[in-house]
């Protein structure tokens, strides 16, 4: 039996989209995702909220692209990735949640702030690229400190775009 998204778990979706500056103009791919996935992931709003980036990949990307039809991104340390993915936590009401170690959170923190303003100050709009399985709790963390950041999964970079790396974030020069 289908359980129907209330119209709450819709407005947090849109929410989530509209807090990292998505465009929800394209309301029909987004109901369509939502129907799609609701079933799927037991109505998990942040779950959802990806499959809807996804789904909204190409959209997403043309907002970042050069003339050359290339994003300038900052790749994550996979180090820093595993320290993130090992730090998530389910929690009923907020979904997921990071709980890092305060010091690893700060030298974490500090190499990525450092990979975003050598970035922006070789003229660049950082966006940080990481694995779909971290990229909303990523977004979290360093929305507070870099408001208007851009992070990415490889999901919805599109085949037809070049990427270029132009920073790392790295835990070991995080020290």
Request: charged content about 25%.
């Amino acid at each position: 039996r289908e359980k129907k998204m209330s119209l709450g778990e819709i407005q947090n979706i849109l929410q989530n989209l509209l807090r990292e500056r998505v465009s929800i103009r394209n309301m029909f791919t987004i109901l369509e995702t939502i129907a799609t996935y609701a079933d799927r992931t037991n109505r998990n709003i942040g779950l959802i909220s990806e499959y809807v980036r996804v789904a909204l990949s190409r959209q997403i990307c043309k907002s970042y692209v050069g003339k050359d039809n290339s994003l300038s991104t900052i790749s994550i340390d996979p180090e820093i990735e595993d320290v993130i993915a090992g730090s998530i936590h389910e929690d009923p009401i907020e979904g997921n949640i990071v709980s890092i170690d305060p010091e690893i959170h700060r030298r974490i923190m500090d190499s990525v702030i450092g990979a975003y303003n050598k970035a922006k100050e070789h003229g660049y709009v950082p966006i940080f690229l990481v694995s779909p399985r971290i990229r909303s709790v990523t977004f979290s963390l360093i929305e507070r400190e870099l408001p208007d950041s851009v992070v990415l999964s490889y999901n919805e970079i599109t085949p037809d775009i070049k990427v270029n790396i132009i920073g790392s974030a790295l835990l070991s020069t995080a020290a």
